[in-house]
């Protein structure tokens, strides 16, 4: 069974179409990656897809069940999600913050249950902060602090991790820190879902692409199959020179389309 599925999603703001008959299933083990210019649709099918927004048309259901169905406890023991702002409303220990994502199971920092610290324990280990724990979690570097999140996000053992830009304002070494930090969650047997900008990070680390472009999916499917410089032109407006090396792919952006 597919961990999350759309069906025709549709969405509108004053009247104006942001997301068109969107579509898609997304598997457990799979990192996939939504990707499109600003303004394509992105954040918004995110956030239809997890029942955060009414759609206009269509459905969305996560474990074969409707999430308009789920209470929010529900939906957060089945999907985690890191939206774009993160904000720390006041400052917090990191493993307090980490804790936070057990909340959906009746955990609260300062009170875990064995099995909460355990997830709590794994998720520090995944993310690699350990010595971190004590320290207050605003005073982390970006970098540091979005690993904080997205082992926030892992605390939740939760079968689908959904995050918007996670690697927006991070250098590059963190960006592919945190790319392969949800690499490895989907490995694990985890569905998951990014919107990311970097179309490098993009072509190393994805299982498959879900392309936006005026809030309708242009295209589905494996990197190889759909990096295209055809369709990096149509897409991003760029020209972009592709190159294989195995398994892995990398590209050039040579500058706008012409």
């Not at 898609?24 to 499109?36: A, H, K, V, Y």
């Not at 993160?86 to 917090?92: C, E, H, I, S, V």
């Not at 892992?154 to 790319?179: C, G, I, S, T």
């Amino acid at each position: 069974m597919s961990v999350l599925e759309a069906r025709g999603l549709a969405y509108r703001a004053e009247g104006r179409p942001l997301v068109e008959d969107a579509s898609f299933r997304l598997e457990p083990g799979e990192l996939t990656m939504l990707i499109g210019p600003n303004g394509s649709g992105k954040s918004t099918l995110l956030r239809l897809a997890l029942g955060l927004l009414a759609p206009a048309a269509g459905e969305a259901l996560i474990d074969g069940a409707s999430v308009r169905s789920l209470s929010p406890m529900a939906r957060a023991r089945k999907a985690a999600y890191l939206p774009q702002t993160r904000p720390l409303a006041w400052p917090m220990p990191v493993r307090d913050v980490i804790a936070l994502g057990r909340f959906a199971y009746g955990a609260a920092p300062g009170r875990l249950a064995a099995e909460d610290a355990a997830a709590v324990a794994r998720a520090i280990a995944a993310c690699r902060l350990a010595g971190f724990e004590d320290r207050a979690a605003d005073t982390l570097s970006g970098g540091e602090l979005a690993r904080v999140h997205l082992a926030r996000a892992l605390a939740a053992e939760a079968p689908l991790l959904v995050a918007d830009e996670p690697v927006a304002a991070l250098d590059p070494r963190y960006q592919h820190e945190v790319a392969q930090l949800f690499a490895a969650a989907a490995h694990e047997g985890r569905g998951v879902l990014t919107v990311v900008h970097d179309l490098t990070l993009a072509a190393r680390y994805a299982d498959r692409l879900i392309w936006m472009k005026n809030g309708r999916i242009v295209a589905d499917g494996s990197v190889a199959e759909t990096m295209t410089a055809e369709r990096l032109a149509h897409v991003f407006g760029i020209e972009a020179e592709i190159a294989h090396s195995g398994s892995r792919m990398s590209l050039t952006v040579a500058g706008p389309a012409r």
